[in-house]
């Protein structure tokens, strides 16, 4: 079990950093079975019924992106940068390359990534489906995404990741630059779904303005080997509003050090972070950093973690104000699962690990804005099934 | 249906209940009374068989098997169903979900018995999450009546519920007894009622729900003893005029006897 102090370092040098190109698929429907199976466990429709947009990128590969609604832009980040001009005033503004050595790597050695963007005024009638999958063994993938909401519009994005069956080792490097604009609104599901040797470390940060809304989502209830990120949101204009919330499991050899940061910039803006944890075997740092920066703020943060069997769980909440009149508060739990709950349901007829699994299923579910009924029912599975493992 | 014999039960070192003796026939509602803390509460935790709640001496025994080792949920499943005073809450499982847990068998058409309980609307909510006083009751007989256990023991079905609900759960104790006399008739009554097979364990330190249900005996547990087994009404009378002075005494004299 990895403790916190010895998150082990990664050296850049023993991943690959050049893969070969995969050919560009017309249909979502001729991509190889093995990797759709992935794809699909992370919630990629095949079917497009339900999506607004898709983009896919295998390795180094965009391996298919399209757009099905006007106003919705789906491409990826380098022909964004041949369309549009200005997109030089979006890129790297939030994070600088020399922040780590991932995120210079991934300024050195960049690997396409999506941009994703919805024009004034328009609301996506269904999620646009976005997948960064990694085939190649051994292979750093550098990714810089974009996601723009311009004034108005209403954009929901559901992001997978994953690897290829075989994979065993390999690293992921995401750099995130997000915008929300007047009045507008990013709902943002992350579901991710690496190998139990892969090691993830995404830096995401988003910008909201007046009246913005951003909506995230992070679920991680499959093996992997060590996920680091601590993305960061500024609500700059009044009553913009943040919800971050994410569901963790760690199995035996995996370590998550999952956080956000949201700082409030503007009178009236509003953020809530809430996070559940499951450490069976593995070790989750859950941490939540609320900054309040002017009066007329409110800020909630609520961390609840379990271990179940052995595993490590750390729960970090942090509240600073800067100025008086904010109201900030937080609210953490660890522990293992209540006796009274357990013997509870006993009463009730179930037998212990019934009555324990139940209890399981139950704190993994938190009702997730913006997911749809299709997705919602296969999480459920998902967390069935890891829950079935765990015990 | 319930024998307990000579019952002595020790929780975190103290003794909390002395040498009980009761009997439950088929078909019959016994009251239990008794002063806060007489131990009443641990009594039926013992009946489920709660960890916590040490049983040193004595057994019970249920339909004629001794349950005094039976893990909690072999329990229920022979026909033994709880309403608790403070269950806890569940965080992320609706009451819709624990009903159809204790409806093991499917039988329960769960929308129909929310409807009489004026539950519709809390289905869909974490169970016990924000509950008032009286949602909890009514969100713990409809999962007993899901259940319909053999055995049904009822800790303070009145506390903490206003004038109107204590009707509606009045009501629902009576149905899930089958002692109802409000259910349309069809069938006569006598024919209702001549299967009546569920006994009963109702908790009460007020005796006000016996305004709302009937029942055929009563019993005091003063101090972790069992001091007095009669007619449920005249126990209810004794203690409205005299609180339960009348019961110290007699608990002061069978304590030696212990
Ligand atoms: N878990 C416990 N640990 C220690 N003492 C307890 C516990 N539960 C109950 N008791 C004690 O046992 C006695 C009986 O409590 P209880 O059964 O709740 O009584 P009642 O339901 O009649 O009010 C009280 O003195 C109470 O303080
Ligand atoms: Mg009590």
Same mark, same amino acid.
């Given at each position: 079990?990895? =403790? ?15 893969? =070969? ?61 041949? =369309? ?171 370590? %998550? ?118 997705? =919602? ?15 | ?120 609307? %809390? ?18 007989? %409809?999962? %007993? ?114």
């Amino acid at each position: 079990m990895l =403790k916190r102090d010895n998150a082990f370092d990664i050296n850049l040098e023993d991943y690959k950093v050049d893969a =070969k190109d995969h050919a560009y698929v017309e249909k979502l429907s001729q991509i190889e079975s093995t990797d759709a199976k992935q794809l699909l466990d992370v919630g990629v429709d095949i079917d497009e019924n339900a999506r607004t947009g898709t983009f896919i990128q295998k390795d180094k590969s965009v391996i298919h992106c399209k757009t099905r609604q006007d106003g919705v832009e789906v491409m990826s980040i380098s022909q964004a940068q041949e =369309k549009h001009e200005w997109l030089s005033d979006y890129m790297w503004k939030n994070i600088s390359p020399d922040t780590d050595k991932f995120t210079f790597q991934a300024r050195e050695i960049p690997h396409e990534g999506y941009f994703i963007r919805a024009l004034p005024g328009v609301k996506t009638k269904h999620p646009v489906q976005s997948c960064l999958y990694i085939a190649k063994e051994g292979f750093s993938q550098n990714v810089h995404n974009i996601a723009i909401a311009e004034e108005d519009s209403e954009l929901h994005i559901i992001t997978g990741c994953a690897t290829a069956p075989h994979m065993v080792t390999g690293l992921h490097v995401g750099i995130s630059e997000f915008y929300v604009k007047k009045g507008a609104k990013l709902v943002f599901t992350m579901i991710h779904d690496w190998g139990e040797k892969v090691n993830v470390r995404p830096r995401t940060v988003a910008q909201v303005e007046e009246g913005g809304v951003i909506i995230s989502n992070y679920i991680s209830l499959r093996p992997v080997g060590s996920l680091q990120m601590f993305p960061t949101t500024h609500l700059n204009g009044k009553g913009a509003v943040a919800r971050f919330q994410s569901i963790l499991v760690a199995s035996r050899g995996s370590f %998550l050090d999952v956080g956000s940061r949201i700082v409030l910039n503007a009178p009236g803006t509003r953020a809530e972070i809430i996070s559940r944890g499951i450490a069976s075997g593995g070790s989750i740092i859950a941490r939540g950093d609320l900054v309040g920066k002017v009066a007329g703020i409110k800020a909630h943060l609520e961390c609840k973690g379990l271990i179940l069997n052995d595993g490590l769980m750390q729960a970090i909440p942090e509240l600073t104000a800067h100025v008086p009149g904010v109201e900030m508060s937080h609210e953490a739990a660890v522990g293992k699962i209540d006796q009274h709950e357990i013997e509870y349901l006993m009463a009730r007829g179930l037998d212990e690990d019934g009555a324990i699994s139940t209890i399981v299923r139950g704190f993994l579910n938190v009702d997730i804005e913006g997911l749809p009924a299709s997705l =919602k029912k296969k999480l459920d599975r998902a967390v069935s099934e890891t829950q079935k493992d765990m015990m | 249906m319930l024998q307990i014999e000579e019952l002595k039960v020790v929780v975190g070192g103290k003794t909390i209940l002395n040498n009980v003796n009761m009997e439950i026939p088929k078909g019959e509602t016994h009251i239990l009374f008794g002063p806060n803390g007489s131990g009443k509460t641990s009594l039926m935790m013992t009946i489920m068989g709660f960890s916590g709640y040490n049983v040193t001496r004595g057994k019970i025994i249920f339909k004629g098997e001794d349950i005094t080792d039976m893990p909690i949920n072999e329990r229920a499943l022979l026909g033994i169903g709880v309403s608790f005073q403070r269950p806890p809450t569940i965080s992320g499982l609706k009451t819709r979900e624990i009903v159809e847990i204790c409806d093991v068998d499917r039988s329960t058409n769960v929308e129909e018995l929310a409807k009489q309980l004026n539950f519709t609307d %809390l289905l869909y909510r974490d169970v016990n999450h924000n509950f008032s006083g009286g949602e909890i009751k009514r969100s713990e007989l %409809l999962q %007993l009546m899901a259940q319909q256990p053999d055995l049904v023991l009822l800790d303070e079905p009145e506390s903490g519920v206003d004038l109107e609900s204590i009707v509606l759960i009045g009501d629902a104790i009576n149905s899930l007894l089958n002692r109802g006399v409000r259910c349309p008739q069809e069938r006569p009554h006598k024919e209702i009622i001549s299967g009546r097979t569920k006994s009963a364990l109702v908790i009460t330190h007020t005796g006000h729900i016996l305004d709302y249900i009937t029942a055929d005996r009563g019993q005091v547990l003063y101090n972790g003893i069992l001091c007095c087994s009669r007619n449920a009404r005249e126990i209810l009378k004794w203690i409205r005029e005299y609180g339960y002075e009348e019961c110290v005494r007699c608990s002061n004299e069978i304590m030696p006897l212990i």
